[in-house]
């Protein structure tokens, strides 16, 4: 039977990649100084924020189930 441990670690990491992400989701296009940025690629950066952050930190690894 799989070993469903609940970590600290998740539970505090994960509240601040979200925080991260929506932070870059929400801020203007001109925060990021780049001419000609649009909405989409602004949105693309975040998105890709939040799946290296989770990679980074292994959030995403196979097995992790935080919700139940």
Excluded: N
């Amino acid at each position: 039977m799989a070993d469903k441990k609940f970590s600290l670690k998740y539970c505090v990491l994960l509240p601040v990649i979200i925080a991260v992400t929506l932070f870059l989701w929400l801020v203007p296009v001109d925060f990021f100084g780049i001419e000609a940025l649009t909405v989409v690629q602004q949105r693309m950066i975040a998105i890709f924020a939040f799946a290296a952050s989770c990679g980074c930190l292994r959030l995403s690894r196979p097995g992790l189930h935080l919700w139940w």
